[in-house]
Nanobody, 123 residues
Framework: QVQLVESGGGLVQAGGSLRLSCAAS????????MGWFRQAPGKEREFVVF???????YYTDSVKGRFTISRDNAENTVYLQMNSLKPEDTAVYYC?????????????????WGQGTQVTVSS
Protein backbone atom coordinates (compact mmCIF):
# COMPACT_ATOMS: atom_id res chain seq x y z
CA GLN A 1 0.00 0.00 0.00
CA VAL A 2 1.47 3.32 -1.07
CA GLN A 3 0.63 6.38 0.97
CA LEU A 4 0.86 9.78 -0.67
CA VAL A 5 0.90 13.02 1.29
CA GLU A 6 0.60 16.36 -0.46
CA SER A 7 1.75 19.66 0.96
CA GLY A 8 2.51 23.18 -0.17
CA GLY A 9 -0.94 24.47 -0.95
CA GLY A 10 -2.14 27.84 0.21
CA LEU A 11 -3.48 31.22 -0.75
CA VAL A 12 -1.64 33.23 -3.38
CA GLN A 13 -2.39 36.25 -5.51
CA ALA A 14 -2.84 35.94 -9.24
CA GLY A 15 0.54 35.86 -10.94
CA GLY A 16 2.18 34.26 -7.95
CA SER A 17 3.79 30.87 -7.51
CA LEU A 18 3.44 27.81 -5.33
CA ARG A 19 5.29 24.52 -5.21
CA LEU A 20 3.34 21.46 -4.24
CA SER A 21 5.04 18.36 -2.88
CA CYS A 22 3.83 14.80 -2.77
CA ALA A 23 5.75 12.46 -0.52
CA ALA A 24 5.37 8.73 -1.01
CA SER A 25 5.79 6.08 1.64
CA UNK A 26 6.92 3.42 -0.79
CA UNK A 27 10.61 2.76 -1.26
CA UNK A 28 9.88 1.53 -4.77
CA UNK A 29 8.57 4.99 -5.60
CA UNK A 30 10.80 5.17 -8.65
CA UNK A 31 8.83 2.36 -10.27
CA UNK A 32 5.57 4.33 -10.21
CA UNK A 33 4.18 6.72 -12.75
CA MET A 34 2.97 9.90 -11.10
CA GLY A 35 0.24 12.37 -11.86
CA TRP A 36 -1.40 15.49 -10.50
CA PHE A 37 -5.11 16.12 -10.73
CA ARG A 38 -7.25 18.94 -9.42
CA GLN A 39 -10.85 19.51 -8.48
CA ALA A 40 -12.37 22.96 -8.47
CA PRO A 41 -15.53 23.72 -6.50
CA GLY A 42 -18.58 22.30 -8.22
CA LYS A 43 -16.52 20.59 -10.90
CA GLU A 44 -15.25 17.12 -11.57
CA ARG A 45 -11.68 16.22 -10.86
CA GLU A 46 -9.48 16.84 -13.88
CA PHE A 47 -6.07 15.79 -15.10
CA VAL A 48 -3.24 18.32 -14.74
CA VAL A 49 0.05 16.60 -15.50
CA PHE A 50 1.68 13.19 -15.80
CA UNK A 51 5.26 12.17 -15.30
CA UNK A 52 6.23 8.67 -16.20
CA UNK A 53 8.90 6.73 -14.39
CA UNK A 54 11.20 7.17 -17.38
CA UNK A 55 10.69 10.93 -17.52
CA UNK A 56 7.91 11.34 -20.06
CA UNK A 57 5.67 14.26 -19.21
CA TYR A 58 2.26 15.38 -20.41
CA TYR A 59 0.50 18.57 -19.37
CA THR A 60 -3.05 19.64 -19.84
CA ASP A 61 -3.18 22.60 -22.21
CA SER A 62 -4.30 25.12 -19.62
CA VAL A 63 -1.12 24.75 -17.55
CA LYS A 64 1.50 24.32 -20.26
CA GLY A 65 4.31 26.81 -19.85
CA ARG A 66 3.24 27.63 -16.30
CA PHE A 67 3.43 24.36 -14.36
CA THR A 68 6.37 21.99 -14.13
CA ILE A 69 6.40 18.51 -12.67
CA SER A 70 9.56 16.98 -11.30
CA ARG A 71 10.45 14.06 -9.11
CA ASP A 72 13.22 13.18 -6.72
CA ASN A 73 13.37 9.42 -6.46
CA ALA A 74 15.94 9.58 -3.68
CA GLU A 75 13.43 11.54 -1.59
CA ASN A 76 10.37 9.59 -2.80
CA THR A 77 8.81 12.91 -3.73
CA VAL A 78 7.16 14.46 -6.74
CA TYR A 79 6.80 18.21 -7.08
CA LEU A 80 4.52 20.53 -8.97
CA GLN A 81 5.95 23.98 -9.51
CA MET A 82 3.12 26.35 -10.37
CA ASN A 83 3.96 29.78 -11.75
CA SER A 84 1.82 32.61 -13.13
CA LEU A 85 -1.13 31.31 -11.19
CA LYS A 86 -4.61 32.33 -12.22
CA PRO A 87 -7.87 32.38 -10.26
CA GLU A 88 -9.07 29.49 -12.41
CA ASP A 89 -6.26 27.36 -10.98
CA THR A 90 -8.09 27.40 -7.64
CA ALA A 91 -8.78 23.80 -6.70
CA VAL A 92 -7.86 20.94 -4.45
CA TYR A 93 -4.77 19.34 -5.96
CA TYR A 94 -4.23 15.61 -5.70
CA CYS A 95 -1.20 13.53 -6.53
CA UNK A 96 -1.63 9.98 -7.69
CA UNK A 97 0.55 6.97 -8.41
CA UNK A 98 0.13 4.28 -11.02
CA UNK A 99 1.99 1.04 -11.51
CA UNK A 100 1.10 0.92 -15.21
CA UNK A 101 0.82 3.77 -17.71
CA UNK A 102 -2.19 2.94 -19.84
CA UNK A 103 -4.16 6.17 -20.00
CA UNK A 104 -2.26 8.81 -18.13
CA UNK A 105 -5.09 11.37 -18.16
CA UNK A 106 -7.65 8.97 -16.71
CA UNK A 107 -8.25 8.70 -12.99
CA UNK A 108 -8.90 4.99 -13.43
CA UNK A 109 -5.25 4.37 -14.29
CA UNK A 110 -4.03 5.47 -10.87
CA UNK A 111 -3.85 3.05 -7.99
CA UNK A 112 -3.07 5.39 -5.11
CA TRP A 113 -4.18 8.89 -4.22
CA GLY A 114 -3.21 11.52 -1.71
CA GLN A 115 -5.68 13.42 0.42
CA GLY A 116 -5.31 16.64 -1.54
CA THR A 117 -4.03 20.11 -0.81
CA GLN A 118 -6.00 23.31 -1.33
CA VAL A 119 -4.70 25.96 -3.72
CA THR A 120 -6.54 29.26 -3.78
CA VAL A 121 -5.60 32.02 -6.20
CA SER A 122 -7.09 35.42 -5.54
CA SER A 123 -7.64 37.98 -8.27
Amino acid sequence: QVQLVESGGGLVQAGGSLRLSCAASERTFSSFHMGWFRQAPGKEREFVVFRGRYGTTYYTDSVKGRFTISRDNAENTVYLQMNSLKPEDTAVYYCAAASRATNWASEQMYDYWGQGTQVTVSS
